[in-house]
């Protein structure tokens, strides 16, 4: 229902909200949110510079489950959870999984980038830190 906006710079919004200056530490909302909005907009420049052209998205339902970002393609569709984690847990991909068996075509992927650095496979979920995730999703 309400669209997501992410500017070409996560310092951009700090600015406007004139909190530039305050600092967020880690594991706080605000680190979750930067991060989140960093990883984005890295997809963003991957998808552009190899040519992708996957269309971005986001899902949020009534119950306010969400996935951060839907890539499609044609019928090719990957699901992205963003977590600024540095250790994932096996509660963290309960909602993706759930999501990419009931929403979702047969094919489609799922991801949980984060900052752990242990390569995970769970229920149909990779689980890669966030740069080597990327790489497998953009350079194909």
């Given at each position: 229902?309400?669209?997501?906006?992410?500017?070409?710079?996560?310092?951009?919004?700090p600015?406007?909200?004139?909190?530039?200056?305050?600092r967020?530490?880690?594991?706080?909302?605000?680190f979750?949110?930067?991060?989140?909005?960093?990883?984005?907009?890295?997809a963003?420049?991957?998808?552009?510079?190899?040519?992708?052209?996957?269309?971005?998205?986001?899902?949020r339902?009534?119950?306010?489950?969400?996935?951060?970002?839907?890539?499609?393609?044609?019928?090719?569709?990957?699901?992205?959870?963003?977590?600024?984690?540095?250790?994932?847990?096996?509660?963290?991909?309960?909602?993706?999984?759930?999501?990419?068996?009931?929403?979702?075509?047969?094919?489609?992927?799922?991801?949980?980038?984060?900052?752990d650095?242990?390569?995970?496979?769970?229920?149909?979920v990779?689980?890669?830190?966030?740069?080597?995730?990327?790489?497998?999703?953009?350079?194909r």
């Amino acid at each position: 229902q309400h669209p997501k906006f992410y500017l070409f710079d996560t310092g951009v919004k700090p600015a406007l909200a004139r909190t530039l200056k305050d600092r967020f530490s880690e594991g706080s909302a605000a680190f979750g949110n930067a991060f989140e909005h960093m990883v984005i907009c890295e997809a963003v420049r991957l998808n552009h510079y190899f040519k992708q052209d996957f269309r971005f998205s986001y899902l949020r339902t009534k119950d306010d489950a969400a996935i951060d970002l839907i890539l499609s393609r044609g019928r090719k569709e990957i699901l992205v959870e963003i977590k600024s984690y540095t250790q994932v847990e096996p509660k963290d991909i309960v909602a993706l999984a759930s999501f990419r068996r009931d929403f979702s075509h047969p094919e489609a992927e799922a991801f949980l980038l984060s900052r752990d650095a242990q390569e995970q496979f769970s229920n149909g979920v990779k689980c890669l830190p966030w740069q080597t995730g990327l790489a497998e999703i953009f350079q194909r």
